[in-house]
Structure formats: structure tokens, C-alpha cells
């Protein structure tokens, strides 16, 4: 059972385009987190949605967090080149542990020139 | 910025040789972790650690595996004898707490890739 699926896998796009991510769940979360990793390196934290319905923005990223909080999104505007990269939604369960990170597959991101 | 490290980058081993990974945590952070990622395969959660002992740990964190804070700096994962299948990137992060919402931002460190023949 996938806790978290992230769509799509794969997404290739043009220099300019907007995009959406979306991380999906049948189980609440009380907080999520969205992670950008780059190959052969280690996740890097880009935001942490805690309350249910939250919009974040950071430049040309919007994060959001699903009113139940069992689902995010990540929305790219005019997407640049140097977005290229692995997108990685991670929450810790309500249920469960407050250590313990849960992580999607990711979405693998390419911004062609 | 305060970053986590990790030290090596790249460890190579034969099959049933010990191996101990190390990592600085961020030095205001009280929690520290273990993740690994095989590759292809989602990042998986191994150990939480606080107050110098074990806090959870997942089915995969097995009696081959242990953790230790040696100084105020450190923080290793040592596998005793390795196995083909602990080939993997292994993550190291560290949180300012663990009680909810910002507190749990975890921040990895860049990992170490081990490879076991």
C-alpha cells in the first residue's frame, strides 16, 4: 500500500510552462513536507505545510495543503531550467509517529530549454 | 546556513565487513535520524535518536545495525557485517524537535553512497 503517491512520476515540459505536482493519500497527516533532490545528494527541505488548507509561496513555487490534510500540491510557475530536479512530498501521520517521515516516490521534473 | 554533513561521500566494502557512517547534525538540533534509499526506491526511515538513545526504529534498523553519539558532535550508524542488500545512499538529518508542526522540519545531509561487494 502507497501511503503517499505522488503524480505524475514523470514530467517534462518547456521553459515557461506551469506545472502542478500533487501528493495524495487516504490518511491524514499533520504536517507534510516537500523535499527537491538532486542525483546523488540528499533531499533539500524547500517547505512544511502543518494546517489544513495552507498556501505557501516561495518565488515561483506555491505549495498547498488539502483541506483534510491527506493531500498536497506543488505548483511551478513559468518553470525555469534550474527546476530540473526530483520532487519529494514527505509527512509524518497523524496516527503515527512524529519522527518517523513517510516519503512519496517523487515527481522526476525536466524544464527543457 | 547550518547544514548537516556527512562523512564519507562514498564507501566501499566487501560483504560482512563492518562499516560506520558518520554525520555532524545541525548543532542547535536535539533529534537526529537515519534514512537510506536504495536505489530507485523511496527513502526509507531506519532510526530517530534523542537524549543519546534509540527513540523508534523501523523493521529494517535489525540487530546488525546500531547508533552512538560519541562526542557532542557525532552521530554514526554502524553496520556490523554487511550484507549485498544494505547497498544504498544512507541519509543522516537532524530536527530542532519532534512535538509538531515547524519543530519537525528535518534537514538531511547530502549522504553516503556504500556499496557492499
Known amino acids: 500500500t502507497q501511503l503517499l503517491e505522488q503524480s505524475p512520476q514523470f514530467l517534462s515540459i518547456q521553459e515557461g510552462e506551469n506545472l502542478t505536482v500533487y501528493c495524495n493519500s487516504s490518511?491524514?497527516?499533520?504536517?507534510l513536507q516537500w523535499y527537491r533532490q538532486e542525483p546523488g545528494e540528499g533531499p533539500v527541505l524547500l517547505v512544511t505545510?502543518?494546517?489544513?488548507?495552507e498556501v505557501k509561496k516561495l518565488k515561483r513555487l506555491t505549495f498547498q495543503f488539502g483541506d483534510a490534510r491527506k493531500d498536497s500540491s506543488l505548483h511551478i510557475t513559468a518553470a525555469q531550467p534550474g527546476d530540473t530536479g526530483l520532487y519529494l512530498c514527505a509527512g509524518f501521520l497523524s496516527s503515527g509517529s512524529a519522527r518517523q517521515l513517510t516519503f512519496g516516490s517523487g515527481t522526476q521534473l525536466t524544464v527543457l530549454p | 546556513e547550518p547544514e548537516v554533513t556527512q562523512t564519507p561521500s562514498h564507501q566501499v566494502t566487501q560483504m560482512g565487513q563492518e562499516v560506520i557512517l558518520r554525520c555532524v547534525p545541525i548543532s542547535n538540533h536535539l533529534y537526529f535520524y537515519w534514512y537510506r534509499q536504495i536505489l530507485g526506491q523511496k527513502v526509507e526511515f531506519l532510526v530517530s535518536f534523542y537524549n543519546n538513545e534509540i527513540s523508534e526504529k523501523s523493521e529494517i534498523f535489525d540487530d546488525q545495525f546500531s547508533v552512538e553519539r560519541p562526542d557532542g558532535s557525532n552521530f554514526t550508524l554502524k553496520i556490523r557485517s554487511t550484507k549485498l542488500e544494505d547497498s544504498a545512499m544512507y541519509f543522516c538529518?537532524?530536527?530542532?524537535?519532534?512535538?509538531?508542526?515547524?519543530?519537525?522540519?528535518?534537514?538531511f545531509g547530502p549522504g553516503t553512497r556504500l556499496t557492499v561487494l
Open positions: 490518511s491524514v497527516f499533520s504536517s
Open positions: 538529518a537532524s530536527s530542532p524537535g519532534a512535538s509538531g508542526g515547524l519543530l519537525n522540519q528535518q534537514f
Open positions: 505545510v502543518v494546517t489544513g488548507g
